[in-house]
T-cell receptor, first 112, second 116 residues
Framework: KQEVTQIPAALSVPEGENLVLNCSFTDSAIYNLQWFRQDPGKGLTSLLLIQSSQREQTSGRLNASLDKSSGRSTLYIAASQPGDSATYLCAVSSGGYQKVTFGIGTKLQVIP | GAGVSQSPSNKVTEKGKDVELRCDPISGHTALYWYRQSLGQGLEFLIY????????KSGLPSDRFSAERTGGSVSTLTIQRTQQEDSAVYLC??????????????FGEGSRLTVL
């Protein structure tokens, strides 16, 4: 059974800092890994998707890396802004029909 | 439609009543997922539909929960005889066939259920 862990559970940083969010998974036989953002009371917004054959994906100030062999992914946010404050979730697709398993998320607060 | 649409956005009901939650996926998306998110908790998988294949119902917490997907498009999640512990946000997501595409998930805004 796939298990996804995210560390830290919460993070508070001053505006402008670079930061790293971590995601680990127990079954390395994955199809893809997806990072989402969730604002309070809202649904999930897809940020980046890394397919199993890829090592990283970039979008603007965001960079996500994937190391399947060690069961880890990181989401790097450069020059953080108050608007980045949200909960960030990692989701892993694995198994026969690519069932998607989520971590609990990292709650990020960027202080102006 | 342009995105995944869920209704109602908020539902308050009394314990013991039945509720229906609706999800309209992105046009052309054959895969559809239901998740439940309780306060301060992660996303709990409920059920998965892919095309005409038998759905994976392994995440449904009890036989009070059921879901169907008509015509391979709109899905309805039904909770019978609601209990207070059913209070949560119910999220729907869709994707292109994950076996032939990237499997990127797109979520709706969710249906917030409160059982009094």
């Amino acid at each position: 059974k796939q298990e996804v862990t995210q560390i830290p559970a919460a993070l508070s940083v001053p505006e402008g800092e670079n930061l790293v969010l971590n995601c680990s998974f127990t079954d390395s036989a994955i199809y893809n890994l997806q990072w989402f953002r969730q604002d309070p009371g809202k649904g999930l917004t897809s940020l980046l998707l890394i397919q199993s054959s890829q090592r990283e994906q970039t979008s603007g100030r965001l960079n996500a890396s994937l190391d399947k062999s060690s069961g880890r992914s990181t989401l790097y946010i450069a020059a953080s802004q108050p608007g980045d404050s949200a909960t960030y979730l990692c989701a892993v697709s694995s198994g026969g029909y690519q069932k998607v398993t989520f971590g609990i998320g990292t709650k990020l607060q960027v202080i102006p | 439609g342009a995105g995944v649409s869920q209704s109602p956005s908020n539902k308050v009901t009394e314990k013991g009543k039945d509720v229906e939650l609706r999800c309209d996926p992105i046009s052309g998306h054959t895969a559809l997922y239901w998740y439940r998110q309780s306060l301060g908790q992660g996303l709990e998988f409920l059920i998965y539909f892919q095309g005409n294949s038998a759905p994976d119902k392994s995440g449904l917490p009890s036989d009070r929960f059921s879901a169907e997907r008509t015509g391979g498009s709109v899905s309805t999640l039904t909770i019978q005889r609601t209990q207070q512990e059913d209070s949560a946000v119910y999220l729907c997501a869709s994707s292109l066939n994950p076996l032939a595409n990237t499997g990127e998930l797109f979520f709706g805004e969710g249906s917030r259920l409160t059982v009094l």
